[in-house]
């Protein structure tokens, strides 16, 4: 462990986005939950309460983005310690944010925020998840990771500050939603002052070392036109615990030591979505450079160390040792460019002291043992960075 101190507006939907989605384009932004429902779950010894809703914002392009809200009504009448600011909790490439942080409710990230008293928000970005859905064969309806940055991020805060009322929020990013975060702050824009804190899982800007910089020639031949990534690992999933488990290719996901099979079945079978060909290229193209990930057109990169040397924002990175899809030594560099005096980076590995087995991408967060290994420490940051210093 390394211790540093020192309402969106709504454009008509365009044609032919109209007739691929598989959502409605016709909800409005208001805080007014399209559905709700109520759920006791059992969170160590505790029982908790999860009321959960499903809200809906529109971009600033027109896409409808879903936005799940979970929290326990009966926290304030029971008198428990709840965090001041709400957590929102943002996915990485082509994944669900259900899949990624509420996979099943004996491992799931989300319910052990709830359980602590935090009002958690979870949002899936344009064409994965419950938003919105693009056409594959029609590539006026794909988008890049700046497109996430510029257009999904601002709708989604907008609205989660205005539902809850607050003026700031804690961010925690998997993977890209964690560089989604940092390119917010490097950007300086209009939310960089809205994040509380921010928390990176499995994440960083720079990918050198990682399974698809070793492979980018392969992989740019193969994704002219985007990647089916749900089909990929459905089919995956399907062979998960039979003779012919694909291991290897678990491997990049997650340590399959480390990961529950019926966790692995549901991520895989359930998480991702199609990869447009501007996504893949933009990564491919920055993450596995010496600069990091960067914009589409080259004009700004997403961990920027001029401006993140003057961010003083409370910033915690937790990276599996056997992360291959975003190594380790690419979350310490990345916080590590941060100005504030409250930033720690923890690589989790028994070589490193910090857990008792390696970690890989996803089973940081649905892992056998990330409640008892990995929740503490993001429920600690959030804890100790909530109240104003």
């Known amino acids: 462990v390394l211790s540093f101190f020192q309402e969106p507006q709504q454009p008509p939907q365009t044609a032919s986005r109209e007739a691929c989605s598989s959502s409605s384009s016709s909800s409005s932004s208001s805080s007014i939950p399209d559905s709700s429902e109520v759920e006791a779950l059992s969170v160590g010894s505790a029982t908790v309460i999860c009321q959960r809703e499903s809200h809906a914002c529109i971009t600033q392009d027109g896409w409808r983005l879903h936005i799940s809200h979970v929290y326990d009504p009966t926290a304030e009448a029971a008198d ?9 909790l943002v996915p990485g490439l082509a994944s669900s944010g259900q899949h990624t942080f509420d996979l099943l409710p004996e491992y799931s990230l989300v319910h052990a925020l709830v359980a602590q008293g935090c009002d958690v928000w979870v949002a899936d970005l344009r064409g994965n998840g419950h938003s919105q859905k693009p056409c594959w064969f029609d590539s006026s309806t794909w988008w890049t990771v700046d497109d996430h940055l510029h257009k999904d991020v601002p709708a989604v805060l907008e609205y989660v500050l205005q539902a809850t009322g607050a003026q700031q929020l804690h961010w925690i990013g998997h993977s890209m939603g964690g560089m989604l975060a940092v390119g917010l702050l490097s950007q300086q824009g209009k939310f960089a002052g809205a994040l509380r804190s921010v928390t990176l899982l499995a994440s960083g800007c720079f990918g050198r070392g990682s399974w698809h910089g070793i492979l980018a020639p392969l992989i740019r031949s193969i994704t002219g036109c985007g990647f089916p990534a749900g089909a990929v690992c459905s089919a995956v999933g399907s062979l998960i615990g039979t003779a012919a488990a694909l291991w290897f290719v678990e491997a990049l996901f997650y340590m399959p030591r480390n990961m529950p099979q019926e966790c692995a079945r549901e991520l895989m079978s359930g998480c991702f979505r199609f990869i447009p060909a501007g996504v893949v290229q933009q990564f491919l193209g920055s993450l596995n450079s010496q600069q990091g990930l960067t914009s589409c057109d080259g004009s700004f990169s997403y961990a920027d160390p001029k401006v993140l040397a ?73 804890q100790q960075h909530d109240a104003p210093s």
């Open 80 to 88: 428990t310690q709840r965090l001041q600011h709400p957590v929102l």
């Open 310 to 382: 003057n961010v003083h924002v409370p910033v915690l990175a937790l990276n599996g040792s056997w992360d291959l899809f975003c190594p380790a030594v690419g979350g310490r560099r990345t916080v590590e460019m941060f100005g504030s005096t409250a930033k720690r980076f923890v690589c989790l590995g028994p070589r490193q002291g910090t857990s008792k087995r390696h970690y890989g991408h996803f089973d940081v967060i649905s892992g056998t043992h990330a409640a008892d290994e990995v929740y503490p420490h993001i429920i600690g940051w959030l």
